[in-house]
């Protein structure tokens, strides 16, 4: 698959998000506002594109050749939690006000499981490692791209009149599986139109 191809699938067609559900947990948690949204949607963005590589190289010059596939889960988290960890420092030192609007979510990507889908996609797909981190980037940007609109969605319901019983999360989840529909109006046939 070219490169346009794997980041039209990942950003519209296959979103980690609104078509398999991966992420649900920040997608919810973190689209209060947009600030918080986009700085999530960056984070998320950085560790699973380095993720991607790192995890791709310990899959293929380490894991493999000694015969040690069946800690690629374990190798892979290890992995993202470390990149994380980096990312929670270096958003705590630029904006202390990020940091904290983020709140306990950030070192819960750690546990995000679109992170860890991504590195185990790419292995699944047989990518080769400038492919993965195009799928790295391009899943982060599909992510990024459905946090920041539920944001929007949020703070323009938060000027309406909801009825009660659907005030806050359960408009939130109807918000998510309404934007998951218009989301399946990309499908393959997209990409085949597109790239031919």
């Known amino acids: 698959m070219n490169y ?3 980041l039209i699938t990942y950003i519209f067609i296959s979103n980690f998000i609104l078509t398999q559900f991966l992420g649900l947990c920040p997608f919810i948690g973190v689209s209060k506002n947009t600030e918080s949204a986009m700085g999530m949607g960056f984070a998320v963005t950085f560790v699973m594109a380095i993720a ?4 791709w190289l310990i899959y293929s010059y380490i894991l493999v050749p000694l015969g040690l596939v069946y800690l690629q889960t374990i190798a892979f988290i ?19 006000p990020l940091y904290r609007a983020l709140g306990i979510f950030l070192p819960l990507i750690t546990t995000n499981c679109a992170v860890l889908g991504i590195a ?36 323009h319901l938060e ?11 359960p408009v939130a989840f109807i918000s998510g599986g309404l ?3 218009a989301f399946m109006a990309f499908d393959r046939g997209l990409l085949t139109n597109l790239l031919g």
Request: charged share 10%.
């Open 52 to 55: 991607s590589v790192v995890t």
């Open 159 to 169: 000027l309406k009149q909801v009825p009660k019983p659907f005030q806050g999360v």
């Open 120 to 155: 185990l996609l790419n292995i699944t797909e047989s990518h080769t490692v400038l492919e993965s981190f195009v799928g790295g980037v391009a899943a982060g940007l599909g992510f990024l791209l459905a946090i920041v609109l539920m944001s929007n969605i949020r703070e």
């Open 78 to 96: 290890l992995v993202i939690a470390s990149l994380v960890q980096l990312v929670e420092m270096v958003i705590h030192k630029i904006s202390p």
């Open 179 to 181: 934007m998951a529909l």
């Open 4 to 6: 346009i191809g794997i």
